[in-house]
């Protein structure tokens, strides 16, 4: 149901602290905190014990201690201490996931220990760089994460739930060209002379007609990466108003999906009130679509065996991104995880 041998966003770096917190990710309950030395710890969170959530426990130096009758687990998922006899059973362990944090976003990984490969974690280095500015914004999404994925390789719907922020009747009007590269699906539109929607009119202070673009790469199964921006009638996108819009889409079970996201942007960095108008208008952007994405939700849950969705040329994006999170899941299902992702690596 997962695509588990990938890297999720669990949070944002502010979010893990030293105290921890939890989240659900692909159905496993997840404890974050930080060791002293700063660094991001993810185990899972459920005591071996009798099933208490760590996270309802306490930090002692880098390791936890269940708040029910106290097994301590390092930062490995290791038990170091049984506070009411000396032995440590022998498979007394949480499961603990391999984290990396960078620019601002804390990922793990869910699968099979040795296939975590960081280099695999997407770029964001937009998130950093003195040059751009980022707005961010957590939702939770009352609707499978697929749905999310389909939303964002399929903007049109711009053209009728954003009307009064990125939307425009132009959208739909013009078509996508879709490149398919391993993982990674991007959906490309060109709109040339057409105005700027409100609120990219509004923050880059323009009128009058420009060559609009927004490129939607998906790098399965988890992150989109929207390069977006306006630029003058004919003239390389390098040259214009560029817009990152980064999206880690992080599933919670079945019907629910975290939703972490970044909006940076090359132009008016250093302008407060753009940044404060993106902070408002965006977050009208993300409720627009969780609301829509929600009621879709309910529809694809009612919806009789045997119907299915009907897609058009618009739905290319979708459609590619569909295979290759099915060929993603297949080879899910031929590999397993082992005891040995389970097991602390020190045991
Ligand atoms: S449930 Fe955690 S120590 Fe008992
Ligand atoms: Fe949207």
């Not at 990466?225 to 079945?254: C, F, Q």
């Not at 739905?315 to 060929?327: F, H, L, N, S, Y």
């Amino acid at each position: 149901m997962y695509a588990l041998n990938a890297w999720y966003v669990a949070a944002w770096s502010t979010e893990v602290t030293r105290e921890p917190a939890r989240r659900t990710i692909c159905e496993i309950p997840v404890v974050l905190y930080r060791a002293v030395d700063g660094r991001a710890v993810a185990l899972e969170d459920r005591c071996p014990h009798r099933g208490y959530p760590l996270s309802a426990g306490r930090l002692v130096g880098d390791s936890i201690e269940c708040g029910y009758h106290g097994f301590t687990f390092d930062c490995e998922g290791v038990c170091v201490r049984v506070p009411a006899q000396e032995i440590i059973p022998r498979r007394t362990f949480v499961r603990s996931f391999p984290v990396v944090e960078q620019d601002g976003w804390v990922w793990i990984w869910t699968g099979e220990k040795d296939l975590a490969d960081v280099s695999k974690v997407p770029d964001t280095h937009w998130m950093t760089d003195p040059a751009w500015a980022t707005v961010t914004h957590s939702f939770h999404f009352d609707c499978r994460a697929e749905l999310i994925h389909d939303n964002l390789l399929d903007l049109t719907h711009e053209s009728f739930i954003h009307t009064t922020t990125v939307g425009d009747d132009y959208i739909y009007k013009h078509g996508i060209t879709v490149v398919v590269d391993g993982d990674v699906v991007s959906a490309d539109r060109l709109m040339p002379s057409v105005a700027a929607p409100p609120l990219y009119a509004t923050t880059m202070q323009l009128d009058g007609l420009w060559d609009r673009f927004h490129c939607t790469e998906f790098r399965a199964p988890s992150f989109h990466v929207l390069h977006s921006g306006i630029t003058g009638e004919g003239r390389p996108r390098e040259e214009g108003y560029l817009i990152k819009v980064l999206n880690g889409i992080t599933p919670i079970d079945a019907h629910n999906a975290h939703y972490f996201y970044a909006f940076s942007r090359n132009f008016g960095v250093d302008q407060q009130w753009a940044t404060d108008e993106l902070v408002e208008g965006l977050k009208t952007v993300l409720q627009e679509d969780a609301d829509a994405l929600a009621l879709q939700e309910i529809g694809l849950q009612t919806r009789p065996p045997g119907e299915f969705d009907v897609l058009i040329a618009q739905d290319a994006g979708v459609a590619k991104a569909r295979k290759v999170m099915a060929r993603l899941l297949a080879a899910e299902r031929q590999g397993t995880i082992t005891t040995a992702d389970l097991e602390p690596s020190s045991s």
